[in-house]
C-alpha cells in the first residue's frame, strides 16, 4: 500500500475550516484515500474516503487533486470537539486484497481552539 | 450490543505474567481486527478474523502473542510472558465484513484495553 505523509500537528481557531492534508505521491490506480480520526481515549472514527473525485458528507469534505498524489480533508467549522488525531490512510479497495487491515501512521494532532 | 466492547478496561501487571484480552464485536460482524497503540504513536496491526478463514496473523510482533475467535463472536488476545514493551493500548474493530471497510470505511472501535506492564 502507498505511504502516505501528514502534518505531525496543526491548529485551527473555532468556527474556522480545517484544512489537513496529506501526500501520497506513490498511490496507484486502485488505491482509496480514507480518513479517520481518533479524540482523546477513544477508537478511532471513520469519516471519509474516496477514489478519484470529491466527497463530502456531513462531516466533512475531501478534496483529492487530480493526479491523486495529494489529498485534504476540510472540516468546514471546526469546532473544540473536533480536536483529535486524524489519520489519512491509502488502501487498495475490495478485491483479493479485501483481507487485509487498514495500516493507520501517525496522523495529524488537530487542536481547536476558542 | 450497540458497540464493541472490550475488556478489560485497565490492566495492570507484572512482567513475565501472561494477560488476556477479550473483544466482544457488534453482534452479525464477521470481520474482526486487533490493533496495538503505544503511547504517542499510531495504531499498529497485530491480527485479523475474517469469519472461518484462516486469520491473518502478519502483524503479530512475536510468538509470545496469539489470539482466537470462535466463530463470528467474542476474541481473545493473549500475550504471554508480558514485558514492558507491550504496554500500550490494544483496540479491537469490527465490521460486517472486510470488503465492507474497504468499501465504505465502515469500522467501528471499541474504547481498547489499557495493558501497563510494571
Known amino acids: 500500500d502507498a505511504k502516505t505523509t501528514q502534518p505531525t500537528s496543526m491548529d485551527c481557531a473555532e468556527g474556522r475550516a480545517a484544512n489537513l492534508p496529506c501526500n501520497h505521491s506513490?498511490?496507484?490506480?486502485?488505491?482509496?484515500v480514507y480518513w479517520y480520526r481518533q479524540i482523546h481515549s477513544q477508537g478511532p472514527q471513520y469519516i471519509i474516503h474516496?477514489?478519484?473525485n470529491n466527497e463530502t458528507n456531513e462531516m466533512a469534505s475531501l478534496i483529492i487533486t487530480e493526479d491523486r498524489k495529494s489529498s485534504t480533508l476540510i472540516l468546514p467549522h471546526a469546532t473544540l470537539r473536533d480536536t483529535a488525531v486524524y489519520y489519512c490512510?491509502?488502501?487498495?479497495?475490495?478485491?483479493?486484497?479485501?483481507?487485509?487491515?487498514?495500516?493507520f501512521g501517525k496522523g495529524t494532532t488537530l487542536s481547536v481552539s476558542s | 450490543g450497540a458497540g464493541v466492547s472490550q475488556s478489560p478496561s485497565n490492566k495492570v501487571t507484572e512482567k513475565g505474567k501472561d494477560v488476556e484480552l477479550r473483544c466482544d464485536p457488534i453482534?452479525?460482524?464477521?470481520?474482526l481486527y486487533w490493533y496495538r497503540q503505544r503511547l504517542g504513536q499510531g495504531l499498529e496491526f497485530l491480527i485479523y478474523?475474517?469469519?472461518?478463514?484462516?486469520?491473518?496473523k502478519s502483524g503479530l510482533p512475536s510468538d509470545r502473542f496469539s489470539a482466537e475467535r470462535t466463530g463470528e463472536s467474542v476474541s481473545t488476545l493473549t500475550i504471554q510472558r508480558t514485558q514492558q514493551e507491550d504496554s500500550a493500548v490494544y483496540l479491537c474493530?469490527?465490521?460486517?465484513?472486510?470488503?465492507?471497510?474497504?468499501?465504505?470505511?465502515?469500522?467501528?472501535f471499541g474504547e481498547g484495553s489499557r495493558l501497563t506492564v510494571l
Open positions: 474516496g477514489l478519484k
Open positions: 490512510i491509502v488502501r487498495v479497495g475490495g478485491g483479493n486484497q479485501a483481507g487485509t487491515a487498514l495500516i
Open positions: 474493530a469490527s465490521s460486517l465484513e472486510a470488503i465492507r471497510v474497504l468499501n465504505t470505511g465502515e469500522l467501528f
Open positions: 453482534s452479525g460482524h464477521t470481520a
Open positions: 478474523f475474517q469469519g472461518n478463514s484462516a486469520p491473518d
Open positions: 506513490t498511490i496507484s490506480g486502485n488505491e482509496y
